[in-house]
């Protein structure tokens, strides 16, 4: 009888030794010649969007607030002087009521005063014009107390100023900045018709002069706000470039001198 025996094996597993895993860091390096200079051409192109933004939009702000500033000026000197016209010739009277309030007055005072209602000086060589007032008021343009009747007379002068003179006070005030030229046409009424005509007309009669038509060219206090020439309309109805990139604009109305108008 045969015997077999097996053989085992003995697979013994031996632990390999463990390995330190290192890696070595790497070197640190910097930019060379050529990206630097390609980060300071891509810097300097945005720094320079950036100042072309800012610029762009500060000119935009600078144009438009001197727009609304010119708009604005042109408004008040046309009140201003629609006030003063209106009430040339005023003068105030007592009034003593009829015993029927419904009966009309039927005697208006003539103007009491030497001094004219209305009077002017046409400028000459291009000089604006001049216009002289007077109304029954104690305060002259100045709200300086004065005796009646309050007589001013308003110009443009060379600084491009609109001023006002008390006659009463012989005292000159400067109202706003800004207006070049003024120039004034004087309605007369001929009955049928009307014609406005340049105060010192041949055959002017100031005392059928019951409207006054004015035109003031005014001006941006700023220049350089535009690039290109400016060409815009004067008083005088020609056509005018300007070089100096200020805006200019003329403002015109016609006005009625209520102590004149039925």
């Known amino acids: 009888m045969k015997t077999f025996h097996s053989t085992h094996r003995r697979i013994v597993a031996r632990a ?20 630097l200079m390609v980060a300071m051409t891509i810097g300097l192109f945005l720094m320079l969007v950036v100042a072309n933004l800012f610029i762009g939009s500060k000119q935009t702000y600078r144009n438009q607030d001197n727009l609304s500033r010119l708009q604005e000026n042109g408004r008040f000197a046309i009140s201003l002087m629609a006030k003063n016209i209106r009430e040339a010739g005023y003068h105030s009277m007592v009034f003593n009521p009829p ?14 005063y030497s001094a004219a209602v209305i009077s002017g000086v046409e400028g000459t060589s291009g000089l604006p014009d001049s216009i002289t007032l007077s109304s029954d008021n104690t305060v002259d343009c100045m709200n300086a107390t004065v005796t009646t009747p309050a007589t ?14 008390s006659v009463n006070n012989n005292k000159t005030a400067v109202l706003l900045d800004g207006v070049e030229d003024m120039q004034i046409l004087y309605g007369e009424n001929l009955g049928s018709t009307h014609r406005y005509v340049p105060y ?26 535009t690039v290109n020439a400016q060409t815009y309309t004067d008083c005088k109805g020609n056509s005018v470039s300007s070089t100096d990139g200020r805006i200019r604009e003329a403002f015109s109305e016609t ?8």
């Open 255 to 262: 006005f009625s001198i209520r102590s004149r108008t039925q």
């Open 99 to 112: 015993g029927t309030m419904y009966t009309p007055l039927t005697n208006i005072a003539a103007w009491p």
């Open 200 to 225: 010192g007309t041949t055959g002017l009669n100031m005392g059928n002069v019951d409207t006054v038509r004015i035109c003031m060219l005014l001006r941006t206090l700023e220049s350089s706000l």
């Open 16 to 35: 390999e030794p463990a390995r330190a895993i290192f890696r070595a860091p790497h070197k640190q390096s910097g930019l060379s010649l050529v990206e």
């Open 152 to 165: 001013n007379t308003f110009t443009a002068n060379a600084s491009a100023q609109l001023t006002c003179t």
